[in-house]
């Protein structure tokens, strides 16, 4: 008669259960030890001294082939898991390749609608009747105390040509999902996962969209106590821009305002650019918020 299948189960049980002693080829010693689990690569032994385990390759042959240890199946499964990982890292880079192609030629297109936006402000500025916009760029510290920013530059730009650049900014959220597919595989593309985290702090930053700001209708520059004056336009909408930086022992502070404006049919009108206004202040007068 065969035996009862739950017979067979506990007889299986009770040959791993029974206490045993085990010797290691290098001549480690465990006695009265109970086998509590059987792992591919080895057992796993229970003795007064704690819970250790011991890998096929150190135990002799008759205990390997008690357990059935089966090096090559393992080899086997161990390189199908290796392979599986290698596929999904290529297929992950394939994808991040292709969406940061896509990204590329969508900012290149809108780049392009930019620069045509640019040159249309330009020429309808030079017909328009023009008043005067003045005011102080400096910053503050946290005790009080002003520095007055002289020599920056700042910047006239059509309000409409400037949403083109913001749209730029809005195709480069693209990146950001690109990152996440670098980060798994920067320990073999490290290097890669950088330059693209690179790319992601620039675009976070007021740094990012005067790259695309090349064609001001105007320019002027503070004097020394960083104060300016500029011709704009009575009517319609504009954006002055400026960009200015500061050092500080060993750290350069970096300042970027994109302000709009319109003198509303006025002849002259004051817009300071300061700490309240920067490109990174929790306000809501700047054109954009960014992170830097």
């Given at each position: 008669?065969?035996a009862?299948?739950f017979?067979?189960?506990?007889?299986?049980?009770?040959?791993?259960?029974?206490?045993?002693?085990?010797?290691t080829?290098?001549?480690?010693?465990?006695?009265n030890?109970?086998?509590?689990?059987?792992?591919?690569?080895?057992?796993?032994?229970?003795?007064?001294?704690?819970?250790?385990?011991?890998?096929?390759?150190?135990?002799?042959?008759?205990?390997?082939?008690?357990?059935?240890?089966?090096?090559?199946?393992?080899?086997?499964?161990?390189?199908?898991?290796?392979?599986?990982?290698i596929?999904?890292?290529?297929?992950?880079?394939?994808?991040?390749?292709?969406?940061?192609?896509?990204?590329?030629?969508?900012?290149?297109?809108?780049?392009?609608?930019?620069?045509?936006?640019e040159?249309?402000?330009?020429?309808?500025?030079?017909?328009?009747?023009?008043?005067?916009?003045?005011?102080?760029?400096?910053?503050?510290?946290?005790?009080?105390?002003?520095?007055?920013?002289?020599?920056?530059?700042?910047?006239?730009?059509?309000?409409?040509?400037?949403?083109?650049?913001?749209?730029?900014?809005?195709d480069?959220?693209?990146?950001q999902?690109?990152?996440?597919?670098?980060?798994e595989?920067?320990?073999?593309?490290?290097?890669?996962?950088?330059?693209?985290n690179?790319?992601?702090?620039?675009?976070?930053?007021?740094?990012?969209?005067?790259?695309?700001?090349q064609?001001?209708?105007?320019?002027?520059?503070?004097?020394?106590?960083?104060?300016?004056?500029i011709?704009?336009?009575?009517?319609?909408?504009?954006?002055?821009?400026?960009?200015?930086?500061?050092?500080?022992?060993?750290?350069?502070?970096h300042?970027?305002?994109?302000?709009?404006?319109?003198?509303?049919?006025?002849?002259?009108?004051?817009?300071?650019?300061?700490?309240?206004?920067?490109?990174?202040?929790?306000?809501?007068?700047s054109?954009?918020?960014?992170?830097?």
């Amino acid at each position: 008669m065969k035996a009862p299948a739950f017979l067979i189960v506990v007889v299986c049980f009770a040959s791993i259960a029974l206490a045993d002693d085990f010797k290691t080829i290098d001549g480690r010693e465990y006695k009265n030890a109970t086998v509590s689990r059987v792992e591919p690569d080895g057992i796993v032994l229970v003795t007064k001294s704690g819970i250790s385990k011991i890998y096929f390759v150190d135990l002799p042959k008759e205990v390997q082939e008690r357990f059935h240890y089966d090096p090559a199946k393992i080899a086997a499964e161990q390189k199908a898991v290796e392979d599986k990982r290698i596929e999904e890292q290529k297929a992950a880079e394939r994808e991040r390749a292709e969406r940061e192609e896509n990204a590329e030629a969508d900012i290149k297109q809108s780049a392009e609608k930019f620069e045509a936006a640019e040159q249309r402000a330009s020429q309808t500025y030079q017909s328009a009747t023009k008043g005067t916009l003045s005011g102080q760029v400096f910053v503050s510290t946290a005790g009080g105390e002003n520095f007055k920013l002289g020599a920056v530059q700042v910047s006239l730009f059509a309000r409409d040509a400037t949403y083109q650049a913001i749209k730029v900014r809005g195709d480069w959220k693209e990146a950001q999902r690109t990152q996440d597919v670098a980060r798994e595989a920067a320990k073999t593309a490290g290097q890669q996962y950088w330059e693209i985290n690179r790319k992601l702090n620039v675009c976070y930053s007021g740094a990012f969209y005067f790259a695309y700001l090349q064609s001001p209708i105007q320019t002027v520059e503070t004097d020394a106590d960083g104060k300016f004056a500029i011709e704009v336009p009575r009517t319609g909408t504009f954006v002055i821009a400026a960009q200015a930086r500061r050092s500080v022992g060993d750290y350069t502070e970096h300042y970027y305002w994109l302000q709009p404006v319109s003198l509303e049919g006025q002849q002259h009108r004051v817009q300071n650019l300061s700490n309240n206004n920067l490109t990174s202040t929790t306000g809501t007068s700047s054109l954009i918020l960014t992170k830097d």
